[in-house]
């Protein structure tokens, strides 16, 4: 019988498409990336015209040696990674981690994509295979090359002239040049003082309606045109006297109505879907791709495991026909005919750069309502699960009709007031969905009574109001998010990383949902700003990203981008190295006497931020912190772990003894871990002969090597282990020491056994 191997990435995909395929199917999982560019010096050998050295991950070799196994009884090799150039690549390593030639191969070696996981889109994808589109990887392998060349050769400029362990990255140090230039604007921000003045009416049957001043003297006011109270209270007693004088009276001048009507938000793309979310179910970029692809991937509804989103990485607005007629049906049964539109209707995309080769992110199975599907989801996938469904069904439906009146009240000669409102003459689309706002200070227009041109007004009082100008907001997620994508920079599939990043290396943090730069980030971003414009330019990234996409068209080649871009690079960071100086970087003078020693005070950059201190340093040792205002406590940081004991995500947070990872469920799941996980060394427990000795860490930083079965065995050695055995005692395992003087040498561990091989004499 004919045996076909599907690979995936997730093993919850793996099992759902398995479901699909049937018999003759065997589906596993590569578990994400196999290869990558190791994470040191040397990774893509630049004389070689810029030749990657690809390794296999260490947690890769088991997932592989599982596939190898599982070769040697398969007729063909069906590769169904993700849809998009990061799909791509990772079919194409996993060709070469398994040691297969494609034009060589005896086994037949096929590409099948598919955009949503259910049954009839794997079936047709597997029906219709293609071959590995060697555009997008190496389209992909570009991206990889530039990341790694800025990354390795910028984050070590970094270390030397500011701090060691930081670190630049092509697209972040752009997102993070967004949020200190908005800091800075808010930092030179100077609030400046205007008034409005309302009032409020009321008409001979009782109603009352409230309206803002908009002309004086037949002039239109300007915001700043009442900059006090003084002028205001000038203009309130002008008004006050027209109720009283002969001839002088509030009379409804003109009254304009209009219909209006008003357009849906089109489906979800990863952009929109992440600060849509942001807006409405107050989740982080990273939170909503996770559950998006929990529901991707596959969930138990009952009738087994279904895909119930399409997939979630892409920036198209595009609905397929079944999509368009699924929309159709489910409107016209819920909401009646009224609702439904004649023909469907088209989105265009504004996203620059944007590729509308995927559809957009809708439910697979439209017909399937949130309410149906409630029982089976978690609170957080339900709720973006209706987020999704909303925004789709919604953009099919009919226009909201809106009767737009607008009022114009003159108050004697030369004043004039306007109110507006609006009344729904028919929901439409409204009736399920509209879109969330940014500003949420927007104000809503009321409605308004029945008035008449002519009709005299009563004023009940006046409303003289205070304003102070306020700065720009900070950048929230989907602020932040809406504003990469505006410039066209990064891509879907990065948008999450690249804000967590910028949290979880402490350049900026979280404080009521806004991005506010730390000290460090705003000196990387001043060092980036100031010495590597070009680099950090908003354009520049963009246009990088157009000659990416023409590599993934075929347009372009992508070693001749690599040498464009590397040679003028290395350039200027070599010219860099001798003219920036850490100290330029890190201090800075304040013209303030030390209290102590009565040398000058400067502000010096610190491991904890920003701090007065003596330039008289070591003579005076004297500093002073810098009181900075109380925020508050960042919100926790998803990792890509998930807990062993009940599958949630882990978050990464900060104990007495620095980050680890702790359960998302938590109370109901108080499973805890380090962040960094123990690493292997090879070598076998001495004492209970099944465990493995682990490198591991003391809470005061120490490191040490114990078995992994801990607490079933304690054995636990401060030397590193090497698996060798003792030669005069037969002890299973040496340890590796070594002293100043001594240097490095081999000792038995085993106490009164005295063996030691190598290191110097001592004198």
């Known amino acids: 019988m004919s045996q076909n191997l599907v690979i995936v990435e997730s093993p919850a995909k793996a099992r759902t498409i398995e479901k ?62 993700d849809p998009d150039r990061e799909g791509e690549a990772i079919a194409w390593h996993l060709l070469a981690a398994l040691g297969l030639d494609k034009k060589k191969s005896d086994i037949p070696v096929k590409r099948v994509v598919f955009h949503e996981i259910t049954k009839n889109a794997i079936i047709d994808a597997v029906a219709n295979p293609r071959d590995i589109s060697l555009d997008l990887v190496d389209a992909q392998q570009a991206r990889s090359v530039l990341d790694y060349l800025v990354g390795f050769n910028l984050s070590p400029f970094l270390w030397k002239k500011i701090r060691y362990g930081l670190s630049a990255g092509r697209v972040q140090s752009v997102a993070l040049r ?60 002008a008004l006050e006297k027209c109720g009283t004088e002969p001839g002088c009276a509030y009379r409804v001048e003109k009254v304009t ?87 469907p209707r088209f989105f265009k995309n504004r996203a620059k750069n944007a590729q509308e080769a995927h559809e957009a992110i809708r439910p697979t199975y439209i017909g399937k309502t949130p309410v149906e599907l409630k029982k089976f989801l978690t609170p957080d996938q339900f709720k973006l699960y209706d987020l999704i469904w909303k925004r789709t069904v919604a953009c099919q439906m009919a226009e909201a009709l809106l009767d737009q009146t607008s009022v114009e009240i003159s108050a004697g000669a030369g004043f004039k007031f306007r109110a507006s409102g609006t009344v729904i003459r028919f929901a439409g689309f409204m009736k399920l969905y509209i879109e969330g706002v940014d500003d949420e200070s927007e104000e809503k227009e009321g409605v308004l009574p029945p008035l008449a041109e002519g009709e005299q007004l009563d004023l009940v ?215 960094v996980k123990p690493k292997g ?8 002969g099944e465990g493995e000795l682990t490198e591991k860490k003391s809470r005061y930083g120490k490191m040490f090597y114990s078995c992994n079965r801990y607490p079933q065995c304690k054995f636990a050695l401060w030397d590193m282990p090497v698996e060798r055995k003792c030669p005069q005692c037969g002890f299973p395992l040496l340890v590796k020491k070594v002293y100043k003087r001594e240097g490095e040498f081999l000792k038995c561990p085993k106490e009164g056994c005295d063996f030691k091989e190598g290191g110097k004499e001592k004198k």
């Open 178 to 237: 967004l949020i200190c230039e908005r800091e800075k604007e808010i930092q030179a921000f100077k609030e400046q003082e205007y008034w409005t003045i309302g009032a409020q009416w009321a008409k001979a049957g009782g109603q009352n309606l409230t309206a803002g001043l908009v002309e004086i003297n037949s002039k239109k006011l300007g915001k700043f045109d009442i900059p006090d109270r003084q002028a205001a209270d000038g203009i309130v007693k």
């Open 461 to 675: 009082k006046l409303l003289p109001e205070q304003h102070f100008t306020q700065p720009p907001p900070r950048y929230s997620e989907a602020t932040l998010v809406k504003t990469l994508e505006e410039y066209g920079i990064g891509r879907p599939s990065t948008y999450a990383s690249i804000l967590n990043t910028l949290v979880e290396r402490k350049y900026t943090r979280l404080d009521k949902k806004r991005f506010i730069p730390e000290d460090v980030g705003m000196v990387v971003n001043d060092l980036l700003v100031n010495h590597f414009t070009k680099y950090v330019d908003y354009n520049f990234t963009a246009d990088l990203e157009e000659e990416l996409d023409k590599i993934s068209r075929g347009e372009k080649q992508w070693k001749p981008l690599l040498r464009e871009f590397w040679e003028p690079f290395q350039t200027l960071l070599k010219q860099k190295e001798g003219e920036v100086t850490k100290s330029s970087l890190t201090t800075e003078a304040t013209g303030e006497a030390c209290p102590d020693c009565g040398k000058e005070l400067v502000v010096k950059l610190g491991k904890f931020g920003k701090f007065f201190a003596c330039s008289g340093y070591p003579e005076c040792k004297f500093i002073r912190k810098i009181e900075k205002e109380k925020t508050e406590t960042a919100e926790p940081v998803f990792s890509e772990e998930k807990c062993e004991k009940c599958g949630s995500q882990m978050l990464i947070r900060d104990g007495r003894y620095g980050k680890y990872l702790a359960c998302s469920a938590y109370p109901g799941c108080k499973n805890i871990q380090p962040l």
């Open 20 to 81: 699909f395929l049937g018999k003759d199917y065997r589906v596993l999982a590569s578990y994400g990336h196999v290869r990558a560019l190791p994470s040191k010096q040397g990774s893509v050998d630049i004389e070689q015209d810029f030749t990657p050295k690809y390794a296999v991950l260490p947690d890769s070799k088991k997932h592989l040696d599982a596939i190898k196994k599982e070769l040697k009884n398969t007729d063909i090799l069906l590769l169904a990674t």
């Open 257 to 343: 109505r209009s219909e209006r009507k008003r357009t849906p938000a089109p489906p979800f793309t990863t952009s929109t879907m992440q600060q849509e979310s942001a807006r409405k179910l107050g989740f982080s970029a990273k939170k909503t791709m996770m559950i998006a692809q929990k529901l991707y991937e596959g969930v138990d509804i009952g009738e087994g495991t279904a895909g119930l989103i399409t997939y979630m990485r892409t920036d198209s607005v595009v609905l397929s026909t079944l999509a368009l007629t699924e929309a159709r049906e489910v409107i016209t049964s819920l909401y009646g005919k009224e609702y439904a539109l004649a023909k």
């Open 681 to 688: 060394t090879g070598v076998v427990c001495p004492e209970c």
